[in-house]
C-alpha cells in the first residue's frame, strides 16, 4: 500500500526565518512529487512539483528530493504570516489514471 | 496551471434530499477527474476516481449507490449526493490533472440539515 507520510504539526516558525517541512513515502517506484498548501477553508493549491533528485527553486520555496531515501521536503524562505497554512505532500506513481497519493500534511504557523 | 471550477460553491438542503455538485476542468480536457471529501480539521479523503466513459471506481468504504457520479465528456464530471444525511456534510473538492500535477476545484461546502 503506498503511503506518504508527514508530521502534522503544528510547526511554529518566525517570522523571517526558513520554514523547512518534510515527507518520506514508501513506494520506491514513485515518480512525481508536489507539495500542495491549504489554508482554512479553502482547497489545495498546488505551489511545487519535482520529478529529478536534487533541489528545485520557486522564489521563496525549495522543493529538495531525495529518491535513494524516499524523501522530499519544501524548504519556505523568509517566511511570512500569509504563508501560515496546511502543505501537503502528494506523491504519483504512475498507473495511468490513478490519482495522487496524499500524507494527511503539515499545519505551519508563522509568528510575527 | 490548469483551472477548474465547481458549482456550487456552498449548499444547504434539508435531509432526504439530493445534491448534485459540477466539476469542470476549463482549460483543459481531463479523462480523469478526482472526488474528495473534507471534514474539519481532518485531511482529504479520496472518495472516488472518476472516469470519462466509464463506470467511477470508488474508494473502499464509500457508497456507490449513495455517491453517484457521472463523467459525461472531457470536462464535466458530477457528484450527486443522494438521501443526504446530516453525517454527509462536509467540503467536497473535485481535482483534475494535467501534466504537471492534479488542481483543486474550489471545492463544495454541503450542509445537510
Known amino acids: 500500500q503506498k503511503e506518504v507520510e508527514q508530521n502534522s504539526g503544528p510547526l511554529s516558525v518566525p517570522e523571517g526565518a526558513i520554514a523547512s517541512l518534510n515527507c518520506t513515502y514508501s513506494?520506491?517506484?514513485?515518480?512525481?512529487f508536489f507539495w500542495y498548501r491549504q489554508y482554512s477553508g479553502k482547497s489545495p493549491e498546488l505551489i511545487m512539483f519535482?520529478?529529478?533528485?536534487g533541489d528545485k527553486e520557486d522564489g521563496r520555496f525549495t522543493a529538495q528530493l531525495n529518491k535513494a531515501s524516499q524523501y522530499v521536503s519544501l524548504l519556505i524562505r523568509d517566511s511570512q504570516p500569509s504563508d501560515s497554512a496546511t502543505y501537503l505532500c502528494?506523491?504519483?506513481?504512475?498507473?495511468?489514471?490513478?490519482?495522487?497519493?496524499f500524507g494527511k500534511g503539515t499545519h505551519l504557523i508563522i509568528q510575527p | 496551471g490548469a483551472v477548474v471550477s465547481q458549482h456550487p460553491s456552498w449548499v444547504i438542503c434539508k435531509s432526504g434530499t439530493s445534491v448534485k455538485i459540477e466539476c469542470r476542468s476549463l482549460?483543459?480536457?481531463?479523462?480523469?477527474m478526482f472526488w474528495y471529501r473534507q471534514f474539519p480539521k481532518q485531511s482529504l479523503m479520496l472518495m472516488a476516481t472518476?472516469?470519462?466513459?466509464?463506470?467511477?471506481?470508488?474508494e473502499q468504504g464509500v457508497e456507490k449507490d449513495k455517491f453517484l457520479i457521472n463523467h459525461a465528456s472531457l470536462t464535466l464530471s458530477t457528484l450527486t449526493v443522494t438521501s443526504a444525511h446530516p453525517e454527509d456534510s462536509s467540503f467536497y473538492i473535485c481535482?483534475?490533472?494535467?501534466?504537471?500535477?492534479?488542481?483543486f476545484g474550489p471545492g463544495t461546502r454541503l450542509t445537510v440539515l
Open positions: 481535482s483534475a490533472g494535467d501534466l504537471i500535477g492534479q488542481f
Open positions: 513506494d520506491r517506484g514513485s515518480q512525481s
Open positions: 519535482i520529478y529529478s533528485n
Open positions: 502528494a506523491v504519483y506513481s504512475g498507473g495511468g489514471a490513478d490519482g495522487l497519493t
Open positions: 482549460d483543459f480536457q481531463a479523462t480523469t
Open positions: 472518476s472516469n470519462e466513459g466509464s463506470k467511477a471506481t470508488y
